[in-house]
């Protein structure tokens, strides 16, 4: 039996609509927050959309939510409303940008960054849409932000990460993407494709020793990259270095 404190349970009904010759049944779900009282009693109350209790607390024993389903991860897969405006409107923001209408993309990103001012989706977003239409040192100092932020260098933001340095390579702040994909991987150190970003990065920087050295990283990790294959045939055939 589940030691109850506080947890969401579901419970999912079948009701009837209409009547006679047009009578259909629809199966309804409604989400409980349940406290255990002692061994026989709870303490129910229903959740609204937001996933907050609503109305008083009813007292009822235990074997009147039999029938309900324990929800552990509720809270985790169910956003708030604030993730969901969030989402909201750093889609549309990337919708305007995609359009190259850049001034509706910041205004969209801003109100995301109203909500939530360290999200790295929408600050990335309102760099982007600030440097496409010509203020580039005001972009670059969003850029520079997000590089001060904690939350870029945990796990579950490497993809944005590789996505970050790949901006910050095409606005030519190689020094920081190569910070940036070195970080990314620390985190992931057999993905290859890091070792590619690296070695495009330091080409451009004309360091290609260093490039050379990522290539044949990322064709340890993968030595069926073709990528990585054409890549070095390029810097040989301009000369630029032996490789190791």
Same mark, same amino acid.
């Given at each position: ?20 010759? +047009? +009578? ?5 779900? *409604? ?6 009282? !002692?061994?026989?009693?709870? $303490?129910?109350?229903?959740? !609204?959309?937001?996933?907050? =209790?609503?109305?008083? =607390?009813?007292? +009822? ?15 985790? *897969?169910?956003?708030?409303? &604030? ?32 909500? !939530?001012?360290? *999200?790295?989706?929408?600050? @990335?977003?309102?760099?982007?849409? $600030? ?10 100092? %969003?850029?520079?932000?997000? @590089? ?13 990460? %590789? ?24 985190? &992931? =150190? ?7 970003? $690296? ?5 451009? +920087? ?10 044949? @990283?990322?064709?340890?990790?993968? =030595? ?7 890549? %070095?045939?390029? @810097?040989?055939?301009? *000369? ?5």
């Amino acid at each position: 039996m589940i030691k109850m404190e506080r947890k969401i349970f579901l419970k999912k009904e079948q009701i009837r609509l209409g009547c006679g010759s +047009t +009578t259909k049944f629809s199966v309804i779900e *409604n989400y409980y927050e349940v406290e255990e009282i !002692d061994e026989k009693r709870v $303490l129910i109350r229903p959740l !609204d959309i937001e996933g907050k =209790p609503i109305g008083q =607390p009813i007292l +009822t024993k235990r074997e009147e939510i039999t029938g309900f389903i324990y929800c552990e991860n509720f809270y985790k *897969n169910n956003k708030s409303v &604030d993730e969901q405006l969030i989402y909201q409107y750093i889609e549309r923001g990337d919708k305007h940008l995609k359009k190259r209408e850049f001034y509706s993309a910041e205004r969209e990103y801003n109100k995301a960054l109203e909500i !939530d001012h360290n *999200n790295l989706k929408a600050n @990335l977003g309102k760099g982007k849409a $600030l440097y496409a239409r010509g203020e580039k040192a005001e972009a670059k100092k %969003i850029f520079q932000k997000i @590089l001060e932020m904690e939350s870029l260098y945990e796990n579950k933001n490497r993809l944005f990460l %590789i996505e970050f340095g790949k901006e910050l390579c095409e606005k030519g702040m190689f020094k920081e993407a190569i910070y940036i994909f070195k970080e990314a991987n620390f985190i &992931d =150190p057999e993905d290859e494709i890091l070792h590619y970003h $690296l070695a495009q990065t330091y080409f451009l +920087t004309k360091d290609y020793e260093k490039s050379f050295q990522h290539l044949n @990283l990322a064709l340890e990790k993968n =030595p069926d990259f073709k990528e990585a294959k054409d890549f %070095i045939m390029k @810097l040989k055939s301009h *000369n630029h270095s032996k490789p190791q």
